[in-house]
Nanobody, 116 residues
């Protein structure tokens, strides 16, 4: 059974940092591109960052380039999102995701709130 479990969210002041983790099980993690999405209240879910299976290629939304870093540990079946210089507009529920064939898998999400 595929499981993706996000953690690390919370309340942080503008300019602060958080590190999100997504622990996975039930599939061969090292074979798949992993992604982080986010969804703010009243907005559509958007792709934040992605990382290829061996970690050789990463991509970012323009809104987070230079502030967020996606990484993975294939030995721990975990993908991370380091978020620095956080802004109020980064407030959202953050989800990890992967696609296998026609099936898309999601975690339950972790809330990130950036507020003073």
């Amino acid at each position: 059974q595929v499981q993706l479990v996000e953690s690390g969210g919370g309340l942080v002041q503008p300019g602060g940092s958080l590190r999100l983790s997504c622990a996975t099980s039930g599939f061969t993690f090292s074979r798949y591109t992993m992604k982080w999405y986010r969804q703010a209240p009243g907005k559509e879910r958007e792709l934040v960052a992605s990382i290829t299976s061996a970690g050789g290629l990463t991509t970012y939304a323009d809104s987070v380039k230079g502030r967020f870093t996606i990484s993975r540990d294939n030995g721990k079946n975990t993908v991370y999102l380091q978020m620095n210089s956080l802004k109020p507009e980064d407030t959202a529920v953050y989800y990890c995701n992967y696609l296998r064939g026609f099936n898309e898998y999601w975690g339950q999400g972790t809330q990130v709130t950036v507020s003073s």
